[in-house]
């Protein structure tokens, strides 16, 4: 009977605990009850407005990237006898180039930078087809600076002029070709002064043109890395 009579008195202490009021417990409750819905919405805004702000900076990097990508395109249009249009190839894609457009480029590179004109804006067009075809930091420019400096043609120009026939372009192995040439120098007059023969060994590479001006200085991408020429005795 005793132990009855001390759980009934456990139970009646805590019935009676629960009716007491504690003013943290209900502060709190007010408080959650009153600003609880806003600090939630608050804390989702702002959740959403890091997202937005990580979408817009992905955006952002994706357009920059996408303005510094070249977006032409060059192709090469060969036309047959009657000027009709016959094979379509992209410029940039080009397979192995025919060894002719390589013999002319090359034979016009040693006329262009040996070469000696009166007509200035002729002179000019002819040192740009030559640097055009000349990769930076190489030895074949390093040359050829040295030789334009050493005897510059628009100083020649005003006592001599200078023709050159090109007598051969061959290959010597699969990125040197070798050119033969005649170098003829002339007075003002057109008195021939001298008829010199002479070599040049140059080292070619390959970069496809990537926008219009390379197109039209350079429209296969040869360009020359290492060149030596010499006089033939």
Same mark, same amino acid.
């Given at each position: 009977m005793a132990s009855n009579k001390e759980s009934n008195s456990v139970a009646d202490i805590k019935e009676s605990s629960k009716g007491i009021n504690d003013p943290y417990l209900d502060a709190r409750r007010?408080?959650?009850?009153?600003?609880?819905?806003?600090?939630?919405?608050?804390?989702?805004?702002?959740?959403?407005?890091?997202?937005?702000?990580?979408?817009?900076?992905?955006?952002?990097?994706?357009?920059?990237?996408m303005a510094t990508q070249n977006k032409l395109v060059p192709y090469v249009v060969q036309v047959d006898k009657l000027g009709s249009a016959v094979p379509v190839a992209r410029a940039d894609q080009m397979g192995k180039t025919d060894?002719?457009?390589?013999?002319?480029?090359?034979?016009?590179?040693?006329?262009?930078?040996?070469?000696?004109?009166?007509?200035?804006?002729?002179?000019?067009?002819?040192?740009?087809?030559?640097?055009?075809?000349?990769?930076?930091?190489?030895?074949?420019?390093?040359?050829?600076?040295?030789f334009y400096k050493g005897d510059p043609p628009y100083s020649r120009a005003a006592t001599s002029g200078v023709t050159t026939e090109i007598s051969s372009v061959i290959p010597v192995t699969e990125k040197t070709w070798q050119v033969e040439w005649e170098e003829t120098t002339?007075?003002?007059?057109?008195? =021939? =002064?001298?008829?010199?023969?002479?070599?040049?060994n140059l080292t070619l590479a390959f970069n496809p043109p990537t926008n219009e001006r390379q197109i039209r200085v350079n429209p296969i991408g040869l360009f020359i890395t290492d060149l030596s020429w010499s006089q033939v005795l």
């Open positions: 007010e408080w959650n009850e009153r600003y609880g819905s806003y600090i939630s919405r608050a804390k989702n805004w702002r959740l959403m407005a890091f997202g937005v702000l990580g979408v817009c900076l992905v955006q952002t990097v994706g357009l920059v990237v060894e002719r457009v390589v013999k002319a480029l090359l034979a016009r590179f040693i006329s262009d930078a040996r070469g000696v004109v009166s007509d200035g804006i002729a002179q000019r067009q002819m040192i740009d087809r030559t640097y055009a075809m000349l990769s930076n930091g190489t030895r074949a420019l390093s040359i050829v600076n040295e002339r007075s003002t007059s057109g008195a =021939i =002064i001298n008829k010199l023969r002479w070599k040049a």
